[in-house]
DNA sequence: ATTATAGTTGAGCATAACTCAATAAAATGA
DNA sequence: TCATTTTATTGAGTTATGCTCAACTATAAT
């Protein structure tokens, strides 16, 4: 190297240090552009770095992506388990898991929608390794449902991973409308409707009227009879 | 440039024949190895032609894409209508529409896995041609809803374009999981137990009592006004 | 102060989308 | 049949960006 060139004297951050530092300008980039349309020189410039360093600590740009899902995977899943925990009855628990991704969605929409990008990408390992981290995510509502079929609440032969798709899946359609057209979501009513229509597709109860409605008419009725 | 260079004496075709012979060769392409792992270049040399070629048929990458998926669409919803129209009763229909769905996937997988996630994808043109056509696909299952619903079959209130979430957005999943294992799918089992869950979420019905509970009950109550 | 470690650099490579002026095959017209 | 026009096709660039690597130097260890 010529030795007119200016190198920059660039203040040397630890090996932990500097990759926090890029990982957080990583996702806010991906967050705001997408993945396709972030550059790493775009990442590294606004860190006054060059390249090559964010290639020395991730290897390359879809690793850094993949630190980045994982970091905010890791995030929702404690704060689903943590607020999971105070929630009891199956359908309660539907509703909070529900109205609980809807919200994350609404909060982070456009990281979600890189991240769902990127897990149906072609790249395997990452795909794989993006599946893993959703199944530890969404194996609470499979659990949930699992629960709700041992106490009677469900009826039995319901496929819990059917349910899975059905919640998961629904809400990916919103998140792609509120991406689209960027209106946040009504994170209560359509949690309140999705429940609705899931719980009374798989509930055991035989009767929708109002909780123990029918039960307590038909009961009236014997006595009355009698 | 220099004449000792051979020029390729091709055949040329008309306008259309060449478009329709690339729009083939690109569709075959995408399917086998995605958007991504596809190069213009590629399809040009399949065909014995070379990238400047395909460029100026179809302008960009992306629009020879857009094209592809556009026929795509229009064979499906054509097939949809036609088999639709047979079909009557909104159970029946939510269904067929299902199964078709869930059939077109099996079949055609991998372009269907492009096409979402081109839809998906960062460039706003693209992704709101594709959501037009979608729109129009699946505007037959918002209009089954609908026609339900007046018809006293399923419970006023139902958000027909919830319905339309629940049902493409769990098929969308079958799909991922079919392109991450290869493995087939069971069509009429996924459909039946995703329409039952579906038409139970959504049905009219107030009440299901227990076999012979409800014809138990009309005996004791005539018996009882005799 | 000297040495060792490791964070950082920047030039350069490889690939693939895309452009464009040049060229020749076919169509048109006399 | 020949000349002219049209247009399908070419291939040599250009550009953008992910990625590599050997050189370099700030900092810690001895």
Known sequence: MSNNSERKKSTRLSREARQAEILAAA????????????????????????????????????????????????????????????????RNRLYYITRFHLHTINRSAELCAVILRESRGLEPDISAEIHR?????????????????????????????????TVYGNIEHVLWDRVGDGKPVDVERVAEEL????????????????????????KRLNRLID
Do not use: C, W
Request: charged share 25%; proline share 1%.
């Open 133 to 165: 981290l959703n199944r530890l995510y969404t194996g609470h509502l499979i659990a949930v449902i699992k629960a709700g079929i041992s106490a009677g609440e469900i009826r039995s032969g319901t496929s819990p991973t059917l349910v899975r798709n």
């Open 27 to 90: 996702r806010a980039s991906f967050e705001k552009n997408g993945y396709e349309n972030t550059t790493v020189a775009e990442i590294a410039a606004g860190l006054d770095l060059v390249e090559g360093t964010v290639f020395h600590y991730f290897g390359s740009k879809r690793g850094l992506m993949l630190r980045v899902i994982e970091s905010f995977y890791q995030e929702i899943t404690a704060e689903l388990e943590d607020g999971l925990a105070a929630v009891k009855g199956t």
């Open 195 to 218: 429940t609705e229509l899931v719980f009374r597709g798989i509930s055991a109860e035989e009767t929708r009227l109002e909780e123990g409605e029918v039960a307590a008419l038909v």
